[in-house]
């Protein structure tokens, strides 16, 4: 004991001055003389930081001061809501958020349906709404992918069936409120009970509000490219398994986020598909609280340290960065989570312990499946977060419960993602792309034309062994202390911070410290971050290009393990000097996590108090069509029009019909083959049915082949009724089309009406 003692005496001095060097590091490296230091200097950011100060001092005076529950009610909803109003994403945020509870409530309503009447097998609240959500996906995908074999889809009848569910939701909330009305008293609207818990959920909010706050504006390329064009790319009104003849690995994806956001898409804002993704990002925090909360053996203690490690994730940039954006990692992180908390309940099961319980095993191997039809490399890190489950429960000596309704819960998820890969299989010939198609090629699997995965994760002999260690080397210098410099550009977008260096030193110090006191939790946890970390450093080692968001399922694991121990660790003493050291820590992420950011916009979604609530990202397309002189021609395509746009990527993917890019065809992810001779070219438009193309101003001067090839179809009379605007070109394809009478001077139109230098 005195041992003990006298290491946790040492702990703060250590850490302190670990803080400290982090500090110094970031500050100096990245702040000053790094890319935040530019992002500072914007005007915007600085008006940002201070919107973002009031708020912060706004919910702390009404979760740490005011005494009444009605007044603080009040405060908290107005303070907040006319901020999203203020920044337009007020109306988005209630329209996903009332979508995924009604997804969550279908779910949860199937669940207890089937565990119903037998109380040995209660399952807890937040996992009734969090694998109702797994599950409530689950049927959506389901819904979506049955309508989808009749070649029945289009967004407008999502839309009515996605409202249809949140009327359902809402009528059955207010029906159930009516039941309890005047049965129940009413509780006090206390969510802290301290000055520090006050403290910590005015940070929470205050970074959620950092996120919400420039959803609108925050557009990086992934989400133009792909995330925010179904309506486009995924369902164009024949359901999701029609070929719409794209040829980019991206367009290949299992698609499972953008499946549950097709009731969203299609409006004149984006705010709603982004919100979703929000929201996601809510619920990381929350399920997080919760899975943290539930090892403590008191009330005090369950808050303490689920707010607390709410708020190490929210102070992390490479989680809460992926808020901002339509990429699908949060949703997957979300249920991964899931998956921990349930393995982590069916650990904690005692293995002499007679009274059947719940599932859990296979509830997670059922969130396991899902998980699958989002991020490509979420096989990856979800098998090995199950594998390691498994592994502890054989350890452990722990017999899961195998019962029917467990068994039953397996079938919609395994469909779901059976229904999301076939749609891949049916358009590539293998069930998942990405890094996959490789080794699912070898086999005996055929890639169907016109598809091309070699290279995607870069050529592995293009290094030696030495210049890859070296490089490993380097990278991890960055990641861990200062990601500047080219090859860090996508690690600062979503950068752990030195703040995950600490935790690591945290976490090992309470797992050495305790380990008399080790639960099978501990043991799980420990070797769950060692396969983690295990895969991020072969991760680092081999990818030519390294993205901050490849780690958060390291992050938020260690997050939540670091502070279960160091609560039960820690005195209360002890406790104090560790929570005054992450002061200056979570003020520092919070202003890495204002200054970056994947599309890389300053500042928040300009005030507009007089608007309606939600951004128009239609009318700004509009207005920047118009102001490069293309507008008519891009308003003159239908919705079900295919085009094949030669254009600045991804910005020429705005137009709204079923559009690719000349770069979707040559550059990372397409096929580079297709335009080596105009014959494999026009096999390619062909292929895509491609009605049109559409090019930009000044783009062809920078590509001598493109230019080429449209040259050769021109003189041809493959590429016909030539259209300009501004030096812009419409042209409509007809592979079929005799050559003009004189291709001179059909090729003299071209060059008399093009610009070959743009805006």
């Not at 199950?386 to 039953?408: D, Q």
Request: net charge neutral; aromatic share 12%; charged share 15%.
């Amino acid at each position: 004991m005195m041992f003990h003692s006298r290491k946790q005496a040492l702990l703060p001095a250590g850490f302190t001055a670990g803080a400290a060097l982090v500090l110094w590091i970031t500050l100096t490296k990245v702040v000053a003389g790094g890319p935040v230091g530019r992002v500072l200097e914007d005007t915007k950011t600085l008006q940002m930081l201070g919107e973002l100060a009031f708020m912060f001092l706004w919910n702390l005076f009404f979760l740490g001061t005011v005494k009444d529950d009605r007044l603080r009610l009040a405060g908290l909803l107005g303070g907040n809501g006319v901020f999203l109003w203020l920044h337009q994403i007020l109306i988005p945020l209630l329209g996903a958020g009332i979508y995924m509870g009604a997804l969550a409530w279908a779910g949860k309503t199937v669940l207890l349906g089937l565990f119903w009447g037998r109380g040995n097998r209660e399952i807890p609240p937040l996992e009734q709404w969090f694998f109702g959500l797994a599950l409530g996906s689950a049927f959506w995908i389901l819904f979506v992918c049955g309508l989808s074999l009749m070649d029945l889809g289009g967004v407008r009848l999502w839309r009515g069936c996605g409202m249809t569910l949140c009327l359902c939701w809402l009528g059955a909330e207010a029906a159930g409120w009516l039941r309890r009305k005047g049965s129940e008293k009413c509780t006090p609207f206390r969510l802290t009970k301290t000055r520090t818990e006050a403290i910590l959920l005015a940070f929470i909010l205050t970074m959620l509000l950092l996120q919400a706050g420039r959803l609108n504006i925050e557009l990086d390329y992934d989400s133009l490219h792909y995330g925010l064009r179904s309506p486009y790319v995924l369902d164009n009104g024949n359901g999701i398994y029609e070929n719409l003849g794209m040829v980019n690995l991206v367009y290949t994806y299992s698609k499972g986020l953008e499946v549950l956001a097709l009731p969203l898409s299609g409006t004149s804002t984006y705010g709603f598909v982004l919100a979703f993704s929000f929201w996601a990002t809510v619920g990381i925090l929350v399920l997080a609280a919760g899975i943290t909360g539930s090892g403590a053996s008191d009330r005090a203690g369950k808050r303490r340290r689920g707010l607390w490690a709410a708020a190490v994730i929210s102070a992390i940039p490479g989680i809460m960065n992926m808020a901002a954006t339509a990429k699908c990692d949060n949703m997957t992180l979300l249920f991964q989570l899931l998956i921990f908390d349930l393995l982590g309940l069916s650990l904690k099961r005692d293995s002499g312990e007679r009274r059947a319980g719940p599932p859990w095993l296979l509830m997670a191997v059922s969130v396991y499946l899902l998980t699958l039809v989002f991020k490509p490399t979420a096989l990856v890190f979800s098998t090995a977060l199950g594998g390691v489950g498994l592994i502890c429960h054989i350890l452990e000596r722990r017999r899961p419960e195998i019962t029917a309704e467990g068994i039953f819960l397996l079938i919609p998820t395994g469909l779901a993602a059976a229904g999301l890969m076939y749609r891949t299989w049916r358009m590539t010939g293998v069930p998942m792309t990405s890094i996959f198609a490789g080794p699912l090629e070898r086999l005996g699997f055929e890639i169907r034309y016109p598809f091309n995965f070699t290279h995607v994760i870069g050529d592995p002999s293009a290094l030696t062994t030495a210049e890859k260690l070296a490089r490993l080397a380097e990278r991890l210098k960055g990641i861990l202390f200062a990601p500047v410099g080219e090859d860090m550009a996508h690690v600062i977008i979503a950068w752990g911070t030195g703040l995950i260096l600490l935790l690591g030193v945290l976490w090992l110090a309470g797992f050495f410290i305790l380990k008399n006191k080790r639960t099978p939790l501990d043991r799980f946890e420990a070797l769950l971050l060692a396969v983690l970390l295990l895969g991020s450093l072969a991760s680092i080692y081999t990818l030519y290009q390294v993205d901050g968001n490849y780690f958060t399922l390291f992050y938020a694991v260690l997050a939540m393990s670091a502070v279960g121990l160091a609560d039960r660790f820690g005195e209360r003493g002890l406790r104090r000097q560790l929570a005054a050291l992450a002061v200056p820590l979570f003020l520092c992420n919070a202003l890495i996590a204002c200054t970056t950011s994947w599309a890389g916009v300053p500042g928040l979604t300009p005030i507009h108090a007089a608007g309606r609530g939600l951004y128009d990202h239609r009318a700004e397309r509009d207005r920047r069509r118009e102001a490069e002189g293309s507008l008519a021609l891009s308003r003159s395509f239908e919705p079900d029009t295919r085009v094949l746009a030669f254009g600045e990527h991804p910005a020429v993917l705005d137009l709204p019909c079923v559009v690719q890019s000349y770069y979707d065809v040559t550059g990372s992810g397409g096929n580079v083959y297709l335009v080596k001779k105009l014959a494999y070219f026009e096999e390619f438009l062909d292929y895509a049915g491609i009605e049109y193309f559409f090019v930009e101003a000044g783009y062809l001067a920078g590509q001598p082949r493109a230019l080429e090839i449209i040259e050769d179809m021109i003189e041809e009379g493959t590429l016909t009724d030539l259209c300009f605007e501004w030096g812009n070109m419409r042209a409509a394809v007809d592979l079929d089309g005799a050559a003009p009478e004189d291709p001179a001077a059909a090729l003299a139109l071209f060059y008399e009406n093009y610009a070959m230098e743009g805006k």
